[in-house]
């Protein structure tokens, strides 16, 4: 029964102790070392166990001779189940020595003796006389078989009047473990894997927009929406430090974009609306190559800002961080899109590290064999990133992308004006960026962090040129409050058209006339580590960069689960 004691099995198990000690030594009688009848009718019938009670000491002595766990320490007073528990476990200590006590061979060492030397009369006549015959070897001797020591007769006879005395407690003891057992067994059946882990992410928002009298494309005027986003990430390692992620989602919170407040700038950082239908949203596996160097693979959900650093570490988080799609990071870092993607991270030294990496940024488009799709026969997008970290407080990131892209789309990730995200409509375009990022932790509760872009895109059939730029600050104040609560302030420019030249152009727009202003302010309070709230307020001046455009607000209550 896996070592555990019964009622039944006692004796047994007893008996044959006292036989295995009769066959390799002689059975000493010693009556006055035997529990009395009397001693073992007292411990039968005790409700407690005091330290200076026959069973408490001779538990003692049997557990320290013998090295049993759980050894009763002497001070206190034990309940017959606490006795039992540790008894049950001398028990079983001394049943697993029995079990592996084994002969040990000693070999004595004896002299060995020279044979003696062979006397060789003189030969009678000149003859060549034969060698004398070899001396016979002399064989070692059989080594010597000594017993250990063992169990004394006097130890088992102990053991058996506790045992006679507790039988009932131990027969307690013993159903206990099989049900631990059973259940452990059962857990070790349904255990989901042990090379798998899962953790979620849960969002609660309710969020609404407003200021626009009559917004683009929408019937309203404001607009207030509870919604939710679900994640689900099993991450499996092999070596244990390789990770393959898939992650489950499922999501229905509305974009605030140009087709409902008028402009991109106002969506929410954490938007997405599938009508909450479960899917696979990213599939990856990095694997380190040597200590220096790192691989990621995307299949599906190829996202740069996960695998390089986006230097605005309080506010990346979509489900923490910015409460704006624009004031999480850099929209360079979104030129991945949600397709395939291979980036190779390397660390010259613990302050420089460069990360390169290759995108196909339509979803599936790099599992399509058609025409102007595949890994390199349609868009894709290439970004290099080299960044420096003086210290463990300040750190600068230098990053270069180029994207070609067939329909014109998406030139900053959903971010900044319609214009400067779709310079020249639905056409294909080249694009080269460039931007710089920093992040300064002057103390434990303030981290200053900011970043600069810009971007040339050409227009592939026709001819034409368009730039643009966008800036951000942010100022973060960890802890504020309390430990885990983060305070943040956002401002900044979302990707505005400088200037756009070429002909047949759909608007006779060259550039965005005026400047919007990026606006936002934001508290995480952290309630448990599981849980969050995070009211922020966002404010949008001269939305799409005209002054003609009221200021546009957009306010949410996002709470966060995480487990």
């Not at 030139?411 to 710089?436: H, Q």
């Not at 727009?509 to 936002?520: F, G, K, L």
Request: hydrophobic fraction near 35%; include cysteine.
């Amino acid at each position: 029964m896996n070592d555990r004691l019964s009622k039944n099995l006692i004796s047994p198990l007893l008996i044959g102790l006292a036989v295995w000690i009769a066959s390799i030594c002689p059975t000493v009688a010693n009556p006055t070392n035997e529990a009395t009848t009397e001693q073992i009718e007292q411990a039968t019938q005790a409700t407690e166990v005091r330290p200076g009670d026959w069973a408490y000491q001779t538990l003692q002595a049997l557990s320290s001779k013998y090295e049993c766990g759980n050894t009763p320490d002497g001070k206190k007073v034990l309940s017959r189940e606490e006795f039992a528990t540790s008894l049950n476990g001398c028990v079983q200590s001394i049943e697993q020595l029995v079990a592996r006590r084994k002969p040990r061979r000693s070999i004595k060492r004896r002299r060995i003796v020279p044979a003696p030397a062979i006397q060789t009369p003189p030969p009678a006549a000149p003859e060549v006389v034969a060698p004398p015959p070899e001396p016979a070897p002399v064989a070692p001797p059989e080594p010597q078989i000594e017993q250990e020591e063992a169990i004394s007769q006097q130890d088992l006879d102990r053991l058996r009047g506790l045992v006679q005395s507790f039988s009932a407690e131990l027969q307690a003891v013993d159903n206990r473990l099989v049900a631990v057992e059973d259940k452990l067994a059962t857990v070790q059946k349904q255990a989901f894997s042990t090379t798998t882990k899962l953790n979620g992410e849960v969002i609660f928002s309710f969020s609404g927009y407003g200021g626009r009298s009559t917004p683009v494309g929408a019937n309203g005027t404001t607009g207030n929406v509870f919604s939710d986003r679900v994640r689900l990430n099993f991450d499996t390692s092999f070596t244990g430090k390789d990770r393959l992620r898939t992650r489950l989602q499922s999501r229905n919170t509305p974009a605030f974009n140009a087709g409902v407040t008028g402009t991109n700038m106002t969506r929410l950082g954490y938007d997405g609306d599938e009508s909450n239908n479960t899917s696979v949203s990213v599939l990856n596996y990095g694997f380190p190559i040597s200590p220096e160097t790192r691989i990621v693979v995307d299949v599906v959900g190829s996202r740069y800002y996960d695998h390089m650093p986006s230097f605005n570490p309080i506010l990346a988080s979509s489900a923490n961080g910015s409460i704006s799609r624009f004031g999480r990071f850099d929209p360079v870092f979104r030129l991945a899109g949600e397709g395939a993607a291979l980036t190779v991270n390397h660390k010259f030294s613990n302050e420089i590290g460069l990360a390169v990496g290759y995108a196909v940024p339509n979803l599936n488009a790099a599992a399509n064999p058609a025409s102007g799709n595949g890994v390199f026969n349609g868009s894709n997008a290439i970004i290099s990133q080299l960044s420096f970290n003086p210290s463990k407080d300040l750190g600068f990131g230098l990053v270069y992308g180029r994207a070609y892209t067939t329909n014109g789309a998406n030139l900053n990730g959903g971010t900044g004006s319609v214009a400067a995200n779709s310079p020249f409509g639905a056409v294909p375009l080249t694009a080269n960026y460039y931007s710089l990022q920093t992040s300064y932790k002057l103390s434990p509760g303030f981290v200053l962090s900011g970043w600069a872009g810009f971007t040339e895109a050409s227009r592939q059939n026709g001819g034409g040129n368009a730039s643009t730029s966008n800036y951000a600050i942010s100022l973060a104040f960890p802890d504020f409050g309390s430990k885990g609560n983060n305070l943040a302030f956002i401002l900044g420019i979302p990707p505005k058209l400088n200037s756009r030249t070429g002909t047949g152009l759909a608007s006779a727009v060259s550039a965005n006339p005026d400047t919007s202003y990026h606006i936002e302010a934001l508290y995480r309070v952290k309630l448990s580590d599981n849980l969050s709230i995070t009211p922020g307020l966002l404010l949008i001046t001269n939305p799409e960069h005209n002054r003609a455009n009221p200021t546009e607000y957009v306010g949410t209550v996002r709470t966060t689960f995480t487990f």
